[in-house]
């Protein structure tokens, strides 16, 4: 049976530090729905009704396209530990930018990685909470090196050319917003 917030409660903040994943729902207006998973003690809890995580370069942009086009997010976090939950947050998407004049107050919040690109936040309109009876018992063995290791050989250049030919536009065709320049 699922149980609707209006707002995070101190119990949702605390499963959420709890989770070493979580995973992101996007859609266009017509095109791709993309879900996401992330990790790497990305995530923060900026107040009852705002959320965001440190998005790192990758092989894609397409959550950056969605919220450009069309603003609405899903956050998932689900219990893979002996207590079953699934949480989403639902609500409107923005992408701050390390050039954005609020980056520094959001940023601050958050782990310093190489190969950063973006924040996105996410302005709650409403929790759910769900029993997560058929979700499978996992342990946590390790976050993988492999993305901050790949970052930490690029240079600057090679990491904004990465993005530059990679992260402009999404699989769909739509603008990422990307601030960067050739």
Request: proline share 4%; with cysteine.
């Given at each position: 049976?699922a ?21 992101t ?23 009852d ?34 207590q079953?939950?699934?949480m ?7 992408v701050?930018?390390?050039d ?15 190969g ?5 936040l996410?302005?709650i309109?409403?929790?759910?909470t769900?029993c ?8 946590f063995?390790s ?18 050319e990465?993005?530059?030919n ?17």
């Amino acid at each position: 049976m699922a149980d609707f917030f209006q707002n995070l409660e101190a119990k949702h903040r605390e499963f959420i530090e709890q989770q070493k994943v979580f995973f992101t729902a996007s859609a266009p207006e017509e095109g791709r729905i993309n879900l996401s998973p992330k990790g790497m003690e990305s995530f923060h809890c900026y107040s009852d009704k705002l959320v965001g995580y440190l998005d790192m370069v990758g092989s894609g942009n397409e959550t950056a396209a969605h919220i450009k086009q069309d603003g609405r997010l899903t956050i998932m976090f689900c219990s893979f530990g002996e207590q079953p939950l699934i949480m989403r947050l639902y609500g409107q998407g923005r992408v701050v930018q390390p050039d954005d004049k609020d980056w520094a107050d959001y940023s601050a919040c958050l782990p310093q990685y190489k190969g950063t690109r973006q924040i996105i936040l996410l302005a709650i309109d409403c929790v759910q909470t769900s029993c997560g009876y058929g979700v499978p018992r996992m342990e946590f063995v390790s976050e993988r090196p492999t993305l901050k290791k790949w970052a930490e050989k690029k240079s600057e250049q090679e990491l904004a050319e990465y993005q530059i030919n990679n992260n402009r536009v999404s699989i769909d065709g739509l603008e990422t917003g990307l601030h960067l320049e050739k």
